[in-house]
C-alpha cells in the first residue's frame, strides 16, 4: 500500500451494501478473509483507514499514523 512496500498482505477493503448492514455480514467476510490470511501462513494482514472504531471491533491494533489514515494489523486468530 504504497508507503509499508515492507508489509504484507494487506486488506484492502469490505464492503456491505447499506441494506444488508447490521445483519452480520461484516463480520462473516471479515472471518473469512482471516482464514483465508491463515491458510496461506500469515499470522497478521495490514490495513490503512480513517474510519473511527470500525476495525478495531475485529481486533485491530493501531501501528502508526500515515498521512491522513492510521495503519493497523489485526491477527489471524489461530496464532
Request: charged letters at 40%.
Amino acid at each position: 500500500m504504497g508507503e509499508r512496500k515492507d508489509l504484507k498482505p494487506w486488506y484492502i477493503t469490505m464492503y456491505v451494501k447499506e441494506e444488508y448492514r447490521g445483519l452480520g455480514y461484516s463480520k462473516i467476510l471479515n472471518d473469512a478473509i482471516l482464514d483465508e490470511a491463515y491458510k496461506r501462513v500469515f499470522d497478521k494482514i495490514y490495513l490503512k483507514f480513517k474510519l473511527e472504531n470500525y476495525y478495531e471491533k475485529f481486533g485491530a491494533i493501531f501501528m502508526e499514523k500515515i498521512n491522513d489514515k492510521k495503519l493497523y494489523y489485526i491477527k489471524t486468530r489461530r496464532y
